[in-house]
Structures are given as C-alpha cells and as structure tokens.
C-alpha cells in the first residue's frame, strides 16, 4: 500500500500529536520516517533521521518483511534498544503508513507491587494504540470507492482492537467485583459433567483455529450437583486462554475431570506443553495487574487472568494450584467442593451457556489476541 501523506487522517494525527505534546512519529510503508515531534525526539534521538526505525529493526536482526508479517498477524509490534525506551507501531492503513508510539517506562524492577500502577500507564501505549486503530479503520470504512479486501482488512484490525479493549474492561469488572465481595457466590442446578462437556465441546473448535490439538476426559455417569457455573467458566477460560496464548510448536491441550474424596469433590487439570513459566516469574503469578510475556511486553495482556482464577475458586469454597517447567508446559489444577441440589434451585440439564454461543462469549474475548474474532 502506498503512503499518502495529504490524507486527512494523516494530518488529523499529526495535529493530534503536536497539541498533545505526547511523543509519535509517523512511517510510510517502508518504514521510514515522514513526521515526529519533539517529545518522540526526546525518547529516541534515532527518529531524526529518515531511516532511524530501519536502524531499530537491525539492531534487534529484523526485516521490514517479518515487521509487516507481525503487524499483519497481530496488530502491533513491539521494539526495544538497549538503553532507549521501547515503541509499538501500529498500521494506518488509511494513509498506508505506520504510527510508532513510545511505551510507558517500567515503575521499577518488580512488576508485582505496584501492578495496578502500571496498569493505569498502560493507557498511554496500549490502549491508545488500540484506540488509534479503531478510528483509523473507521476512518477508512467511511471513504467511498475502497478496495475491497483493503477495506475487510480495515474492519479486522478495528473489531480486532474493539475485543481487546471489550476484553480488558471485562476482566477488571470482574476482578474489581470479585475482591470487593460484590459477585458473591450464584450456585444453579447443574448435571455437572454434561455442562462441562459441552463447555468443552464449545473450546474445542476455537483451540483448533489455534491449531493446538484440545482432548478432554471427564466421567461417563451423570452427577447433579449445585454450581456456580459462571465463576467455574471464568476460571476455565482464564486457564485455557493462557495455553493458547503462550503457545509453541507442538503444544496441546489435555483436560481431565475427576472425582475426589469420596465423590464431594471435583478436581479439573488442565496441562499444555506450551512455553511454560521462568522459575522467577511463579512466585508472582496470582498477583492482580502481574503480567508476564516472553518478550518483555509488560503491557500486553492486563495481568487480571489467573487473580480472576484465584478469585473465582475462592469464592466457590475451591483452590487453584499451578506447576510449570519453563519450555516445556504448565499444568493447574483447580478443586471446588461439590454441594448437593437445593429444592427451590431451577434445574438446567443439557445447558450451553448462552455467553458461550455468541461473539461476545468470554471465551472469544479471552482468545481474541489468537483467534481472530474478524467479521466473516
């Protein structure tokens, strides 16, 4: 595609830059450096010259080709120099260039105690970022006489974008609510084991879209028992979402359902062969706002996930525990006491989740970082 700095989304983005004063700086579709402003300047000197983002790319041994591959893929790319501040960029696409945004500095070595704060400093890359998207696809949906596949491409990246935000707002809803005692305990009647059979059969085809094989194993007999499926759902998810997302070649999914303890107890193991988890990182893992990826993007998911998990299971009277080999793969286990069915509970047998069956489920919004959540 190519860059067309007289469009109006262009110059709207560099009006925008230059009154806020926050640092960006503008790409064509080589990657070279058609506009900055001074605060970009100021966290990397490097961007006065045209080809300064090139200079980026060959320090970190990257080509312009596997740059635009994982913009295309995933919306974003992540660069970081030694001793400079790390940037995103993000595509234009109506202007066929690139927006390079600066992230925010790290708060200090340890990522745990002040999570909610770096939280709050996310706003000013990642969601930004994600905002940039929206109203530029926006933007090019409403030109007339656009090609086709340009503008299906335009719609991706906003809904893509849309979900992330959609997502992130959830989790910290639901986490928000969950530690200060406003989503108590719901229990409903349940055939416990043909719910989460179905539960599974709704995963499976998402994992496949993930080309990560998904098996699952519970009890052949029935066991009606009194639950709070949606916390048990939301602590699935979370789990499930994270052996997706931290996916390698080979990696796949086993989940096995069993009895314990003379039957009052349900245990659910959920084990991938996926990256796994650095022995330094463990310890920290059920902390809110902790987020952890193998490239050091420390805002790239909003550190809610396994908390929500912890939460959840906390709430139902259960327990998660989580072992992990880093490069290997990680295994949880979660455990709830089951209760007996109440009288005056409704009886849902044969139940699928109505929030499992649209394109607002959690489950798509907890994979919307891997499966495209894209408009057929």
Same mark, same amino acid.
């Given at each position: 595609m190519e860059f067309h700095a007289s469009d109006s989304f262009y110059n709207q983005i560099v009006e925008l830059y230059t009154r806020c004063g926050l640092p960006a700086a503008v790409l064509d579709e080589a990657f070279l450096v058609v506009w900055k402003n001074d605060a970009a300047l100021s966290?990397?000197?490097?961007? !006065?010259?045209?080809?300064?983002?090139?200079?980026?790319?060959?320090?970190?041994?990257?080509?312009?080709?596997?740059?635009?591959?994982?913009?295309?893929?995933?919306?974003?790319?992540?660069?970081?120099? /030694?001793?400079? /501040?790390?940037?995103?960029?993000?595509?234009?696409?109506?202007?066929?260039?690139?927006?390079?945004?600066?992230?925010?500095?790290?708060?200090?070595?340890?990522? /745990?105690?002040?999570?909610?704060?770096?939280?709050?400093?996310?706003?000013?890359?990642?969601?930004?970022?994600?905002? /940039?998207?929206?109203?530029?696809?926006?933007?090019? !949906?409403?030109?007339?006489?656009?090609?086709?596949?340009?503008?299906?491409?335009?719609?991706? !990246? !906003?809904?893509?974008?849309?979900y992330r935000l959609f997502r992130d707002c959830e989790w910290i809803s639901y986490y928000t609510r969950l530690a200060g005692g406003m989503f108590p305990l719901q229990e409903q009647e349940v055939e416990l084991f043909q719910f989460l059979r179905e539960f599974f059969e709704e995963c499976a085809p998402l994992l496949e879209q993930a080309e990560i094989p998904f098996e699952y194993t519970l009890p052949s007999f029935s066991m009606v028992v009194s639950c709070d499926v949606k916390k048990l759902s939301l602590a699935l998810i979370n789990l499930l979402s994270n052996s997706i997302r931290f996916t390698r070649p080979g990696n796949w999914v086993q989940v096995k359902v069993s009895l314990q303890k003379e039957n009052t107890l349900v245990s659910i193991q959920i084990r991938d062969h996926g990256r796994g988890i650095p022995n330094e990182v463990m310890p920290h893992i059920f902390e809110p706002y902790y987020s952890y990826h193998q490239d050091e993007d420390p805002f790239l998911t909003s550190g809610l996930g396994l908390a929500i998990v912890k939460a959840c299971m906390g709430v139902m009277g259960g327990s998660v525990s989580l072992a992990s080999s880093f490069g290997q793969g990680t295994s949880a286990l979660l455990s709830s006491p089951l209760h007996p069915p109440k009288e005056d509970f409704f009886q849902l047998r044969g139940f699928t989740p109505d929030y499992l069956g649209d394109m607002g489920t959690f489950l798509r919004l907890a994979l919307c970082d891997v499966v495209s959540p894209n408009f057929p």
């Open positions: 966290c990397c000197p490097l961007l !006065a010259a045209p080809d300064g983002v090139l200079l980026l790319f060959k320090e970190q041994d990257l080509s312009t080709e596997k740059a635009q591959e994982e913009i295309q893929a995933t919306g974003r790319l992540s660069l970081e120099t /030694s001793g400079m /501040s790390r940037f995103i960029l993000t595509s234009l696409p109506q202007c066929g260039g690139y927006l390079i945004l600066p992230e925010q500095q790290d708060l200090g070595t340890s990522r /745990s105690p002040k999570g909610a704060a770096r939280m709050l400093c996310a706003f000013d890359s990642r969601y930004r970022m994600e905002l /940039s998207t929206i109203f530029s696809s926006l933007h090019l !949906a409403a030109q007339e006489g656009q090609n086709t596949s340009v503008l299906q491409a335009s719609l991706n !990246a !906003a809904n893509t974008s849309t």
